[in-house]
């Protein structure tokens, strides 16, 4: 009797243990709870060399007329000294740090103070108060999204002061860009040391904060998942959407401008840049909601990676077509713009109806037609850490079921549309398409491994399911 009640304690132990085991396992889904070296060394290049590349890049059009290699030869010739390049360099002015102070302070405003009014005159366009994904800790934050809404008024005010008003001239960006890269670095340094400092001193929500122990790792990939001020401002939605990519088409705006101011006219190739990238960016503002379901907010941590990335690395690295055409104005053959617009629009829909297809399937819990059928899916669950069980699914069905991230080969194809509307001449406007094929392959490998975490052998039958990431039959 003895031995079969010690028998059926030891079953019921090794039963606990796997659960247990289970939970543990499925929990660490969120970011990293430890750094390997080969993260810590990637994290401290960028942030050595981060900065440096944007500065470079800006630097070379000034006074370079965009080559990325003459200052290298010039350099390594002897012919100048890094204190020649640096002496000429336009230093902080007090009118840039007034038109950046004014400018991100409006942008609070709206942010806080306008509620979304699109939501009620739009058909079909989901704003005001949303609600995000499940973190780790089991939170559903708010958001109040009045995205598009900011960036519609700010474009009337632009487009008034333009035509009608003159109170500053359209070109005031170009004109001052690199004095106001220096202020948005200070912001960017501020915002991602106080975040850092947040998550030691005064956390959101102190369950869903993450400490390595790594200072460099923790600075760069952030410390809290949401951080916020009061209720609503919240620092993920704010730094990503406003500041950074409002002012993408204001810079654009301002670049043509310069164009119309420096040779009498716009060209075809920065109408081509100006309203491929306008599209791409005012889909992110009608689609907002959908981005509180996207890995920066849902999966990332907020840090130098997003808050000096959102103010410096974004609006100045992704405007490299617009700046290198005010150098060099291209004139495309009407067959090679009309290629390049096709290649664009291919881009651009096969990036958002990938992105729609999902967003339906999880919104309506598989309960909708994908391509007018039902759609497949693969049912999966995972735990938060409180030990709260929660079901999802993957589906394998649409562009889904062609590769796991059909959304970054259309986001590719919409980016190297940009870049071949600049021509052959320079390397430089092709940055855009190498960072994009780096940021987004390594986001695959990045969300893959995290869904693994998260869905253990679900996550498996899904990958056997749908076999390639990127391109059908390649990778
Ligand atoms: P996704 O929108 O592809 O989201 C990935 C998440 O979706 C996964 O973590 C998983 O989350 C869920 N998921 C994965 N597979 C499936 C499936 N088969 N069915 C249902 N849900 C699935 O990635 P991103 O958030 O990175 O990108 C969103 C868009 O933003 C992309 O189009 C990308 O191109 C673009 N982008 C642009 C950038 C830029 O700088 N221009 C930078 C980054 C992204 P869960 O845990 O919920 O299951």
């Known amino acids: 009797m003895a031995a079969h009640q010690e028998k059926k304690l030891a ?42 590349i944007v500065y470079y890049f800006i630097m070379s059009c000034d ?42 302070a409006f942008q609070v405003v709206l942010y806080m103070f306008v509620p979304d009014f699109c939501h009620k005159i739009l058909p079909g ?31 009337v005010l632009w487009f ?15 004109d001052n860009w690199i004095p106001l890269l220096w202020c948005a670095n200070i912001l960017g340094y501020a915002v991602s040391t106080f975040a850092m400092i947040k998550g030691y001193c005064f956390p959101t929500n102190a369950k869903d904060c993450k400490f390595t122990g790594n ?12 951080p916020r001020i009061g209720r609503w401002f919240d620092f993920k939605l704010f730094f990503n959407g406003r500041p950074g990519i409002v002012a993408w088409t204001l810079i654009n705006l301002s670049y043509a401008a310069k164009q119309q101011e420096l040779y009498g006219q716009v060209t075809n190739s920065m109408i081509l840049v100006n309203v491929l990238q306008g599209i791409y960016v005012l889909d992110f503002f009608w689609n907002e909601a959908w981005y509180l379901k996207t890995i920066d907010i849902c999966h990332d941590h907020f840090g130098w990676y997003l808050g000096w990335g959102d103010c410096v690395w974004l609006p ?17 053959g009407t067959a090679n713009a009309v290629g390049i617009l096709i290649l664009g629009l291919i881009g651009y829909y096969i990036f958002r109806v990938t992105n729609h297809q999902k967003d339906l399937f999880r919104r309506t819990d598989g309960n909708c037609r994908i391509w007018g059928k039902k759609p497949k899916y693969i049912e999966c669950s995972y735990m938060s ?37 600049c021509g052959f001449a320079h390397i430089l406007p092709y940055f855009y398409i190498v960072y994009m094929t780096i940021l987004l392959t390594h986001r695959c490998i990045r969300d893959e491994h995290r869904c693994f975490s998260k869905y253990g052998k679900d996550w498996k039958h899904y990958t056997a399911a749908v076999p390639y990431r990127l391109i059908p039959g390649v990778f």
């Open 160 to 174: 008034a002061n333009a035509y009608y008003f003159h109170f500053f001239s359209p070109t005031i960006i170009f």
């Open 385 to 421: 850490v409180d030990g709260t069980k929660y079901y999802s699914k993957l589906m394998t069905s649409g562009f889904w079921g062609w590769a796991r991230h059909f959304n970054y080969t259309g986001d590719l194809m919409g980016s190297l549309a940009y870049c071949l509307a």
């Open 125 to 155: 366009y989901v704003g005001g108060v949303q609600e995000g994904a499940v973190t780790p800790a089991g939170v559903v934050n708010k958001y109040e999204i009045n995205g598009l809404q900011a960036w519609i008024i700010t474009h």
């Open 215 to 226: 200072f460099f790792y923790d600075y760069m990939m952030g410390i809290e998942f949401n």
């Open 316 to 332: 100045y690295l992704y405007t490299l077509q617009g700046l290198y055409l005010v150098y060099h104005p291209v004139q495309l």
């Open 63 to 104: 006074q370079y007329q965009c080559s990325l290699t003459e200052p290298l030869i010039d350099l390594l010739m002897g012919n100048k000294h890094l204190s020649d390049i640096w002496n000429k360099t336009p230093t902080l002015t007090y009118r840039a740090a007034a038109i950046y102070s004014l400018w991100v």
């Open 11 to 52: 079953q019921e132990r090794k039963h606990k243990t796997t659960q247990n085991d289970t939970q543990t396992s499925q929990v660490q889904w969120g970011r990293a709870w430890e750094v390997d070296w080969f993260s810590l060394g990637s994290i401290l290049f960028l942030l050595m060399f981060a900065p440096l």
